[in-house]
């Protein structure tokens, strides 16, 4: 009995010391998380974590290497009863194909096709599985090449480039039948904008805050939610007026700024890439900030119940959460629009409103063509003859 009392006190002790650890990155990792991750990760994890955000690895790479890193911590602990061997074998890459893609068809006949009953449990007593049935797999690939990137920065090689496994995982997405998910099931168009513009239309600080972040996420090219929790007051340029329209002289003169992304999930630090704002969403950024009194730091931060606003910047999480309440507001359903709506409704409104593609692409900096061009495909899909032969 003792022995086993003086084993939990050194386990709760080593996770102690991990969660101690991890605050040293709590401006990556999110808090509430913290805890959790220190239970599922060893040392040599967290050493590495630390190691990579001492060398500079994006926030938002690095906070997706901390969950992907989690998950397979613990998945491999209920699936083999052991943490992570480094380097991996063959065998573990293959069974954690099999566990994430399967045939539905299949599990039906044969209960044990897939992932077992009692590692799915474990997942989902630890709230780190969700999805019923196979993974997507673009999560699959994600934690593959997760996998891959912290085995290379412990100096080991893996087994992540071996015909059997990409054999594997290429027969595995397609028995696993799962149709690609958009990241917003809708996009926030002009149109949605509008709606969503109105369910803020009062000067409540929260309003002011919502308005100004909504207009300028879209007007911005469609901003990630981690690029708008990210922006900071020094990031923001005051520009000349321009005029509303270039080709008349003496149209409206317009305020415009230019802000400075730093780096995004396609862009490094040194490219300097900076998009503009032209117009209502300047105006409304503005007086945000100067009702706010917000003169350096992050420019979209919380607001808590009594109006108080905190020092610290909103988190990618709280941006998709703000959208979606403001949907609910306006008598949308929140299910169906995410952050990432303002995204794809950047580029969605863009086409509608006959913009070509490579001046919508220098404002949203999408790096790949096809991408951004599906957008451009959708609508003209909408707005052609091809499928209005029978109507």
Known sequence: MVGRR??????????LHRAEQLDALDAILPFDRRDQLAALLTDDDVATLKHLASEGMGDNTLRALASDLGYLEAWCQL???????????????LKFVAHHLWDPAKRVEDPSHGMPVKVETGLRSQRLLRADGP???????????????????RGLSGSFNRPSLKSALRLAVRASARPRQRKSKKAVTGDVLAKLLRACAGERLVDLRDRALLL?????????RSEV???????????????????????????CLSIRLGR?????????????????????????????DIKDGPVFRRI??????NRRALTPQSVNLILKGRCKQAGLDP???????????YLTEAANRGIPLPEAMQQSLHKSVTQAARYYNDTERNQGRAARLVI
């Open 304 to 309: 808590d119940q009594w109006g108080n606003i």
């Open 135 to 153: 993974h997507a797999p673009e999560t699959v690939r994600r934690r593959l090449t997760s996998w891959s990137i912290l085995t290379r920065w």
């Open 79 to 93: 699936a083999t009863g052991s943490p992570l061997a480094w380097p991996a074998q063959e065998s573990l890459l």
């Open 335 to 345: 299910i169906l629009f995410s952050a990432h709506g303002l995204r794809s409704g």
């Open 229 to 255: 929790a990210a922006l900071r007051v020094e990031d923001l340029t005051d520009e000349d007026t321009v005029q509303a329209d270039p080709a008349d002289p003496n149209s409206p003169p317009l305020p």
């Open 216 to 224: 300028a996420a879209f007007a911005s090219g469609g901003r990630r």
């Open 6 to 15: 003086k084993s939990i006190d050194v386990t709760a002790d080593s996770i």
């Open 264 to 292: 995004t999930k396609t862009t490094t630090s040194d490219d300097d890439e900076h998009v503009l704002l032209i117009g209502r969403p300047v105006v409304a950024l503005r007086r945000w900030l100067e009702v706010a």
